[in-house]
T-cell receptor, first 113, second 111 residues
Framework: KAGVTQTPRYLIKTRGQQVTLSCSPI?????VSWYQQTPGQGLQFLFE???????NKGNFPGRFSGRQFSNSRSEMNVSTLELGDSALYLC????????????FGDGTRLSIL | GEDVEQSLFLSVREGDSSVINCTYT??????LYWYKQEPGAGLQLLTY?????DMKQDQRLTVLLNKKDKHLSLRIADTQTGDSAIYFC???????????FGTGTLLAVQP
């Protein structure tokens, strides 16, 4: 079974631009969560999607948004990029509801110049 | 609120046992997890334990949970150089329905 796939692996953008990151979950997994990892703040939860609906949200500004498609693939969008958005963005999938463990992709490394 | 704490660094010699500790605050946590992150990679799920268990063993890995003290530990037996990585403890926040991660412990294995 293929794992969680994130594309692209690396991205370089400039301030003010917007970016879209993609995540394909493990086949059969309906929940997708996004996390931001930085040296200063560690791993922080962005949001979770389940069956195309945002189920939970972290404490990030409205510039961070996401969506999930009917095939469970998810995208995350960040608009008006700031230098502080430079981070590793990780996607995780799990089978459904409840406490099933989350399985992570290798992330997208976003650098803002 | 929820908080998960870990020591930042642990150094061991190859062949020794490593013990990585974690404390958490959310008493309603149902599951607790250990993840491993190697340089340039995502998080690899190592093992997890349900909150009504005291111990779980999986090959070289042993997880101990003291629910009264909200203390979790991961013991790696016969530590190898390939075990060098950052290890994250995480709790499933019962009230918030999300994973709360610790700061991570960098394990350095000396040959």
């Amino acid at each position: 079974k293929a794992g969680v796939t994130q594309t692209p692996r690396y991205l370089i953008k400039t301030r003010g631009q917007q970016v879209t990151l993609s995540c394909s979950p493990i086949s059969g997994h309906r929940s997708v969560s996004w996390y931001q990892q930085t040296p200063g703040q560690g791993l922080q939860f962005l949001f979770e999607y389940f069956s195309e609906t945002q189920r939970n949200k972290g404490n990030f500004p409205g510039r961070f948004s996401g969506r999930q498609f009917s095939n469970s693939r998810s995208e995350m969008n960040v608009s008006t990029l700031e230098l502080g958005d430079s981070a590793l963005y990780l996607c995780a999938s799990r089978q459904g509801d409840g406490n099933q463990p989350q399985h992570f992709g290798d992330g997208t490394r976003l650098s803002i110049l | 609120g929820e908080d998960v704490e870990q020591s930042l660094f642990l150094s061991v010699r190859e062949g020794d046992s490593s013990v990585i500790n974690c404390t958490y605050t959310d008493s309603s946590s149902t599951y607790l997890y250990w993840y491993k992150q190697e340089p340039g990679a995502g998080l690899q799920l190592l093992t997890y334990i349900f909150s009504n268990m005291d111990m779980k063993q999986d090959q070289r890995l042993t997880v101990l949970l003291n629910k009264k003290d909200k203390h979790l530990s991961l013991r790696i037996a016969d530590t190898q150089t390939g075990d060098s990585a950052i290890y994250f403890c995480a709790e499933w926040g019962g009230a918030t329905n999300k994973l709360i991660f610790g700061t991570g412990t960098l394990l350095a294995v000396q040959p």
